[in-house]
């Protein structure tokens, strides 16, 4: 006896390399809220991290942004940081944590994860993948096999997204 429910195709996703610190993935914010508003449940968006060495508490943001995405507010916290780079800049690790704490997540936990470094493999593989494909700055975009670098330049990116991801939409009905 076959199953009559339908096979659901695998939902599309869009890898978005940023880093935390910088004020070019503040930038494109708009574009990623742009984009979940349009296409809600139909893309998965998935945090990559990128931490560039010229800030200093870039691979600290990427840990707790980790530890965001574990109690369940990533994109929250990841918003919540790159609006407040220049913060980041000034006080570093302390602002993580407050960041948490304004949100209602557990500080404690990411002031302890900060210090055992428990999803530093996570953000280390991110970036080794990210030089792997030819992340050389953030924001970088990757749907359906294309590499989109934002870092220069982000104009004309989120409507080229747009286009691939109707496309890839397409190719699934």
């Not at 930038?27 to 139909?42: E, H, I, P, S």
């Not at 096999?145 to 870092?151: P, Q, V």
């Amino acid at each position: 006896m076959s199953d009559p429910s339908p096979v659901r195709p695998a939902v599309p996703v869009l890898d978005v390399w940023c880093e935390l610190q910088c004020p070019d993935c503040r930038g494109a914010l708009d574009d990623v809220r742009a984009l979940r508003a349009r296409y809600g449940d139909r893309l998965e968006l998935r945090l990559r991290h990128f931490p560039l060495e010229k800030h200093k508490h870039s691979f600290a943001a990427a840990q707790a942004a980790e530890e965001a995405l574990e109690q369940g507010k990533g994109w929250e916290y990841v918003e919540a940081v790159l609006g407040r780079v220049e913060e980041l800049d000034r006080q570093g690790e302390p602002l993580l944590v407050e960041v948490a704490r304004e949100l209602g997540l557990d500080a404690e936990e990411f002031d302890t994860a900060l210090i055992d470094g428990r999803h530093i493999l996570v953000v280390d593989a991110d970036q080794a993948e990210g030089k792997a494909i030819g992340v050389t700055g953030t924001p970088t975009y990757v749907i359906g096999g294309e590499r989109l670098d934002g870092s220069k330049d982000q104009d004309g990116l989120r409507e080229r997204i747009e286009e691939i991801m109707d496309g890839l939409l397409a190719g699934q009905e």
